[in-house]
């Protein structure tokens, strides 16, 4: 079992619609919670850092958390082409040494 | 732009040859990380340092990967002997630790290929 488990994709909605992108992890002691998007050949780049249980919401984006659950997804609202990129979940692990895992990505495909 | 400056961002390089890249975090962070990402794959985490102090190194990084920072500013990533296997995007990533926060922000990485 990977540590931080994403859904590859691609995952393809069309513009305007709500994408909705899920991870998982399994450390059940990790406290801090990133969504980053990554464009093709580009690093990554942060869209949200979510820390306590609930809803976080920026623009057009969501992140929610439920640590019970170990479960972390990101809400695009009204989705442009713009957004079609790479989604990365990451998770810092803090059991057994300070450790920021990534999961593998889910490519989303925003169709005009 | 966040800030972070990576340098080269190419590196073409031949088995066997030592290779070094340095990274420049946002000049208040404290931590700075080092990544490896091939393709299709998530950043994975190869080592990171609060201020000068090399605090957790992954077991994937062998003993051909040494990293340095130090005066706590610039850091460096140097791979001696590299294989075909070393072929991949270098990411470096710095924050300003604070509390439960440690949110990190990357540069544009250097990308390894090894012939």
């Known amino acids: 079992q990977k540590e931080v488990e994403q859904n590859s994709g691609p995952l393809s909605v069309p513009e305007g619609a709500i994408a909705s992108l899920n991870c998982t992890y399994s450390d059940r002691g990790s406290q801090s919670f990133f969504w980053y998007r990554q464009y093709s050949g580009k690093s990554p780049e942060l869209i949200m850092s979510?820390?306590?249980?609930g809803d976080k919401e920026d623009g057009r984006f969501t992140a929610q958390l439920n640590k019970a659950s170990q479960y972390v997804s990101l809400l695009i609202r009204d989705s442009q082409p713009s957004d079609s990129a790479t989604y990365l979940c990451?998770?810092?692990?803090?059991?057994?040494?300070?450790?920021?895992?990534f999961g593998a990505g889910t490519r989303l495909f925003v169709k005009a | 732009d966040t800030g972070v400056s990576q340098d080269p961002r190419h590196k073409i390089t031949k088995r066997g040859q030592n290779v070094t890249f340095r990274c420049d975090p946002i000049?208040?962070?404290?931590?700075l990380y080092w990544y490896r990402q091939t393709l299709g794959q998530g950043p994975e985490f190869l080592t990171y340092f609060q201020n000068e102090a090399q605090l957790e190194k992954s077991r994937l990084l062998s003993d051909r990967f040494s990293a340095e920072r130090p005066k706590g500013s610039f850091s460096t990533l140097e791979i001696q002997r590299t294989e075909q296997g070393d072929s991949a995007m270098y990411l470096c990533?710095?924050?300003?630790?604070?509390?439960?926060?440690?949110?990190?922000?990357f540069g544009p990485g250097t990308r390894l290929t090894v012939l």
């Open positions: 990533a710095s924050s300003l630790q604070q509390g439960r926060t440690d949110t990190q922000y």
């Open positions: 000049s208040e962070h404290n931590r």
């Open positions: 990451a998770v810092i692990r803090n059991t057994g040494g300070f450790k920021t895992i």
């Open positions: 979510i820390y306590s249980n």
